[in-house]
């Protein structure tokens, strides 16, 4: 099982947010080749950060967000292997995902990630 490893340093996150973007209904992807660190290596990690604005209802609310967007990312990565593990990852959720349901969402990630894929990062 491939773990998730989310971003820890400011300076970090700065340098996914000037790379490129995927603006979808449901996130904002910022997506760029893995920065040197320890992990590359070992593939066993995916460098990815689930994001969300304070203006997006309660903590209730943008948590359980973030949880259905780690939910269609980890079933993608299960079945589908299409995400590529050399690269960083920063999704700024929506509030869309909280009212639709989880089929919807599991699909645009999945769109998202063959675009990222057929992008030269």
């Not at 998730?4 to 790379?19: A, D, M, P, T, V």
């Not at 660190?37 to 948590?63: D, E, T």
């Amino acid at each position: 099982m491939i773990k998730f490893k989310s971003l820890n340093q400011s300076r970090k996150f700065i340098e996914i947010l000037k790379k490129k973007k995927l603006h979808t209904k449901y996130f904002t992807l910022y997506f760029s080749k893995n920065f040197k660190s320890s992990y590359s290596n070992n593939h066993k990690y995916l460098n990815i950060s689930f994001v969300m604005k304070k203006n997006i209802g309660n903590a209730v609310i943008r948590n359980k967000i973030k949880r259905k967007l780690k939910a269609a990312v980890q079933k993608i990565l299960s079945e589908k292997q299409i995400i590529d593990l050399n690269c960083t990852y920063v999704i700024f959720g929506k509030n869309n995902v909280y009212k639709d349901k989880f089929l919807l969402v599991l699909n645009e990630v999945d769109r998202a990630f063959k675009k990222v894929n057929h992008m030269e990062i």
